[in-house]
């Protein structure tokens, strides 16, 4: 293990160990208060950007494996643990954390404080970072952060969308035979914008008993629209992503599209926001966001509250009451969490309903977008 050089906006100079790529990264620093599953989360695109506090002390214990990747590789700009274990132990284990880490180059750091960062972020909220293995100065640290672009200055989402349209296959992962399910028979078809998409969501979406072609951020409206016309889809699906929704103005215009012509849409996380902002209801920054398997969210339809996974940093204003029924509130800090516009078949949540990794009491909404087209 190499020492590591951390410098935060507020001032505050750390060092500690590193046990990922010998780099120097910028990004903004959130925690994380999931249990399990680090590597789904190290590998979900709407990480982009960030450096990742787990709260769990222990990471690294069960390796990495290629079945469990959200995407093709890590996009967060590093991992900070309390304690690394560089030998893991699990009969799905492919390689070490440490290695992983290493062919993405991304810095992971450990023998921190992890609960002093937490408690930093928690009352000063998210803030900019920079970390280093190969330079210690206080002050050249403190020029190179103060010369970077902040987050929200960076348009994530040209990064880690995909660049050509595919059709997603894999159904929902088999825990008993070790493998991912083959699509069952579709039902209908739609239109998945790919923003940072997770691949259990698609894996939902197909388990659900949709057909989903998959296309980049850059899709054009009028053609989907042309689409819809002619029935060649049923729907559009619009998904979770990084970095600030305000930044997507090009995004934001193609969905004011599809909302004018009343085609059926579903967004989860960033396409929540996108939709919001697209009804004229900007989005607006969080504290120090959700980040984790654990938030309560209420189900204000039915009564029910439903353990979620999250991971944002952004929200919609409760303005948005004005045009659409809330469906879901967030029971931590009564946020809002679901929402169904009154101007057309269009619905949206915030939370993550594919739990990948967290609690699967929301994978119904899936459903419930297949039951708002057959309708």
């Not at 100079?13 to 780099?23: I, M, N, P, Q, R």
């Not at 009352?123 to 010369?147: R, Y």
Request: net charge negative.
């Amino acid at each position: 293990m190499r020492d590591t050089w951390i410098y935060l906006e507020n001032g505050t100079f750390l060092s500690a160990k590193s046990f990922g790529a010998d780099t120097t990264s910028v990004g903004e620093i959130v925690f994380n208060t999931s249990m399990s599953g680090y590597q789904e989360i190290i590998s979900d695109p709407s990480y982009a950007g960030q450096f990742i506090t787990f709260t769990m002390p222990e990471i690294g214990n069960v390796g990495v494996n290629g079945e469990d990747m959200e995407s093709s590789k890590a996009h967060c700009k590093g991992v900070i643990v309390r304690q690394y274990q560089k030998e893991y132990s699990n009969f799905r284990g492919e390689e070490a954390l440490h290695t992983f880490l290493e062919k993405h180059g991304i810095i992971g750091i450990c023998d921190i404080d992890t609960r002093y960062l937490t408690k930093m972020i928690r009352n000063e909220g998210a803030m900019m970072m920079i970390a280093s293995t190969t330079i210690s100065d206080k002050e050249e640290l403190k020029k190179l952060l103060e010369n970077s672009p902040r987050i929200e200055e960076v348009n994530y989402i040209q990064e880690v969308s995909t660049k050509s349209s595919y059709t997603h296959t894999s159904g929902v992962y088999d825990p008993v035979t070790f493998c991912y399910n083959d699509a069952p028979a579709p039902k209908a078809k739609i239109v998945a914008i790919d923003f940072g998409v997770k691949r259990n969501i698609l894996n939902e979406l197909t388990e659900a008993g949709f057909e989903v072609e998959v296309l980049p951020n850059t899709f054009n409206g009028d053609d989907l629209i042309s689409r819809y016309d002619l029935r060649e889809i049923d729907g559009v699906f619009l998904s979770n992503g990084p970095g600030d929704p305000l930044v997507l103005k090009k995004e934001q215009e193609e969905i004011k599209k599809l909302i004018e012509r009343k085609i059926p849409l579903f967004g989860i996380c960033l396409g929540h926001q996108l939709l919001s902002i697209a009804h004229g209801h900007d989005t607006h920054k969080l504290k120090f966001g959700h980040h984790g398997g654990n938030h309560p969210v209420k189900n204000v339809q039915t009564g029910m509250v439903e353990i979620t996974a999250q991971n944002h940093n952004y929200n919609v204003p409760e303005s948005v009451r004005d045009i659409a029924d809330v469906t879901h509130v967030n029971l931590f800090d009564n946020t809002i969490e679901g929402l169904r516009y009154k101007n057309g078949p269009v619905f949206s949540v915030q939370h993550h309903p594919e739990s990948s990794p967290g609690p699967k009491e929301s994978r119904y909404i899936f459903s419930e977008f297949l039951q708002l087209l057959q309708r």
